[in-house]
């Protein structure tokens, strides 16, 4: 598992023959371990995305996840090869991916970032601990690398691979198809994505001061780790109702005190980039009104929902838009849409907003402090399905 790097040569040498299958116990044991090293107190500490990802890793869930792989009308392989390339601005992502595809009995490469910040680091000390104790199979089956903008490598890997997980930007997507794949492989992209969020007035009103505050703590969760830039993390905040002023006020307001205790913040480079932004906006017609409370937290009014932004526009940055319903934002979604987090609302008028969707946008409907959360369903893909292959066997 040691955190490979490579020159210009891009050598490498491929994992060895070691048979995994689905569900492979001495990947389950590693995982499990691993599990351990990033739920210690003093880990989850500095990193509290990692308690998360511990937690998705207990080996509860992972014995689940394989569970759910049985079927009784095929037999279920793992796909072969795997080629990994995350994102550089989420630094646990790998980490899913890469465990889903090993619990699935893979063989696995995955090309850590750069970019990566201390997250990743610490993942990777983790793994060589875990590993220093593991059987050997998991060093011959999993490698973890790094080399910079280098087509020689990225072209062997792709090559190499019977499945190719591309996450990032559009751009970040196409550079890498254009390394062909084998003939019987397949990619499997996460490209550029938006995600929104959904307040009902009525339910807000109705809730305890105690609720409000959670809902609230639970949106900043969501929307403050990884500055705002995660694919899951709101980028506009719809109000849901009649009226809904005195709603904004207090929600902004409990924000920009949850913001402060919690010690979110925001440089003074993020800030002028957020505000530059926000003027950018203004001057399309898209904002009526903005303010600037603290450089934690930017409020716009937006002049029609379809101006919502996809695009990032900075940490702490929130168009607010009121609507009179759920359905009124159905015309406005589309492909492009990932997480759609909310508070308020019944479980009737949630269902009836996500048949009205169709699945023509949103993969994700969760309550606040739930949208950074990673499943194994994502993106409309049910994962570990996505890493297997299957035999249809007809006495």
Known sequence: MIQYRFGAEGDLTAPSDDRLTVGDPRVIDFLAKLARKLLAPAVARRHPELGSLGFFLRPAELNRTVGHLQRDDALVFPRGNVFHIPPANVDTIFVYSWALSALAGNHNVVRISERSATAADTILTALNEVLADADPVIGRTQRMITYGRDDKVTAALSHWADLRVIWGGDSAVEAIRKHPLRPSARDLTFPDRTSWAALSAAGWRAA??????????????????????????????????????????????????????????????????????????????????????????????????????????????????????????????????????????????????????GGRGVDRIVPFGSALTFGSLWDGYDLPREFTRLTTLVE
């Open 208 to 357: 305890e001061p105690a609720q409000r505050r959670d809902a609230v703590l639970g949106f900043t969760n969501d929307s403050y780790w990884f500055d705002q830039a995660a694919c899951s993390s709101p980028r506009t905040v719809f109000l849901v109702g009649e009226d809904t002023g005195d709603v904004r006020e207090e929600f902004i307001e409990l924000l920009l005190q949850v913001v402060d205790q919690r010690g979110w913040e925001i440089d003074a480079a993020m800030a002028v980039e957020k505000r530059v932004n926000a003027y950018g906006l203004a001057a399309t017609g898209a904002v009526s009104s903005m303010a600037f409370p603290a450089n934690s937290v930017t409020a716009m009014s937006l002049s029609a929902v379809p101006d919502a932004p996809r695009r990032w526009i900075g940490a702490g940055a929130f168009p607010f838009a009121e609507v009179g319903s759920l359905l009124e934002l159905v015309p406005a979604m589309n492909r492009q849409d990932q997480t759609f987090s909310h508070f308020g609302f019944s479980r009737d008028e949630l269902r009836e907003f996500a048949l009205a969707l």
